[in-house]
C-alpha cells in the first residue's frame, strides 16, 4: 500500500514514529491471527512484539514484493511456529477462549442450546489444536482468518498447490478427529 510505503521510508530514513504508525495499524490483525495458530493470549502478545522488533530491525530488507502486512505476517508465523516446536505438548485453544472471553453465546438461544454449541465449539478447537502445525497454519488462515491462496501462498512461502492439499489433507484430518471425539461420548 501506498500508505506503508511512505511509513518504511521514513523509518528508514530515521523516524521511529512513522514504525509506530505502521505498528498501530497492524498489531491487533496480527495479534488476532496469531492467536488462532498460538492458542495462548499471553504467547501471542510475546510473538506479535517479537515481530514487530524483529521487522524494524529489518525493516531494510523488506523489498516491497508484497503487502507489508503478508511479510510481518510471516515473520510472526516463524516465530509462532519456532515457540511451538520449542513448547510441546501443544496449548489447549480452549484456555485462549478463558482467557479472552471470545465467543460469548447468542441471548436468543435457550441455556441447553447454548451449553450444546459450546461443547461442539470447544471439541472443534481441540480437535484443531491437534493438527499439524502445517495443517494448522492454513486452516486457520484460510477458514478462520479468511485468506486466499494465494495470500497463504505468499504468507508461508509455498506453492499454491502445497495450499490446497494442505488444507484439504487439514479438513479431512480436522473431520476424523472430530467424528473420533464424537464416537467417544457414545
Known amino acids: 500500500m501506498k500508505e506503508d510505503s511512505a511509513l518504511i521510508q521514513e523509518t528508514l530514513q530515521g523516524s521511529p514514529v512513522a514504525f509506530g504508525r505502521l505498528v498501530e495499524k497492524y498489531q491487533d490483525r496480527l495479534y488476532n491471527t496469531m492467536l488462532h495458530f498460538v492458542g495462548d493470549a499471553e504467547e501471542t502478545m510475546d510473538v506479535v512484539q517479537e515481530a514487530f522488533v524483529h521487522a524494524y530491525l529489518n525493516l531494510s530488507s523488506f523489498q516491497g ?60 478447537r481441540q480437535a484443531i489444536a491437534m493438527l499439524s502445525e502445517d495443517h494448522r497454519a492454513v486452516l486457520v488462515l484460510r477458514d478462520l482468518d479468511g485468506y486466499t491462496y494465494e495470500e497463504i501462498a505468499q504468507i508461508l512461502g509455498i506453492p499454491i498447490g502445497t495450499v490446497r492439499s494442505r488444507l484439504h489433507r487439514a479438513r479431512l484430518e480436522l473431520r476424523d478427529k472430530l467424528k473420533t471425539s464424537e464416537s467417544d461420548l457414545l
Open 65 to 124: 514484493e508484497s503487502a507489508f502486512y503478508t511479510w510481518l505476517y510471516r515473520i510472526a508465523f516463524n516465530i509462532a511456529a519456532t515457540y511451538h516446536r520449542r513448547k510441546k505438548p501443544v496449548q489447549s485453544i480452549d484456555r485462549l477462549y478463558a482467557e479472552t472471553g471470545q465467543e460469548s453465546p447468542d441471548p436468543g438461544h435457550s441455556p441447553a442450546h447454548r451449553v450444546e454449541q459450546e461443547e461442539r465449539s470447544q471439541k472443534v
